[in-house]
């Protein structure tokens, strides 16, 4: 993280933002690539030098889809994680499209085939203490995903967004401090999130 590494990861977008906590986040994408690079030793330098980050294009290939390599740790400070999504967009005659896929879901869950959606894990909130359910959600989530609907010739963007498990809204903390109701216009939690800088995967064509 020195002075100079960081505005070079600026230069190539390869960025990420979060609402507040400190969470981290990483995302390649590329072909041909061994699924279990994020968890091998040198496998965060095998995929800069063989696949593309986050922020960067990727030029598509007719034969297949790219595998998209995904790995999410917590803020040790907040609360676990809950699942990581991966967004799609693209555009179809003229008319914008978004898609979000679950990728990866905390406590050994599995994703839906169908809906793309991961089961609720059970983390809830106290909101007379704000306490949170212990023992549920991941410090760290990783994945490997290919999109089911791949289309080489279309021009895509994919990016990452990451989810806790549900806390307090600020607004209700300020209410039990303030031994007051919290405000019944306000959501009385929120679900803090990272998300990544987009993968643009380019046609060949």
């Excluded at 390869?14 to 906590?21: L, N, Q, Y």
Aim: proline share 6%; hydrophobic share 40%; charged share 20%.
């Amino acid at each position: 993280n020195t002075r100079e590494s960081i505005y070079e990861a600026f230069r190539r977008k390869e960025t990420f933002a979060t609402s507040g906590p400190r969470m981290r986040v990483r995302m390649f994408a590329g072909y041909g690539l061994d699924d279990n690079l994020l968890n091998a030793q040198g496998g965060i330098a095998t995929l800069y030098a063989n696949a593309t980050a986050m922020g960067g294009d990727l030029l598509a290939q007719p034969e297949s889809a790219p595998k998209f390599f995904v790995a999410a740790a917590r803020d040790a400070q907040s609360a676990p994680l809950q699942r990581v999504q991966i967004i799609k967009g693209w555009v179809a005659d003229g008319t914008k499209h978004e898609q979000v896929f679950d990728v990866a879901c905390s406590n050994d869950l599995t994703v839906d085939p169908a809906t793309h959606r991961c089961p609720d894990n059970g983390a809830n909130v106290d909101l007379s203490d704000c306490s949170i359910t212990e023992g549920v959600g991941a410090a760290q989530l990783d994945a490997v995903w290919s999109d089911p609907a791949f289309e080489p010739s279309q021009h895509a963007y994919y990016y990452v967004r990451v989810l806790e498990n549900p806390t307090c809204r600020w607004s209700t903390r300020d209410a039990l401090r303030a031994g007051v109701a919290p405000r019944p216009d306000l959501h009385a939690t929120i679900q803090e999130r990272a998300w990544s800088s987009p993968i643009h995967v380019v046609p060949a064509s």
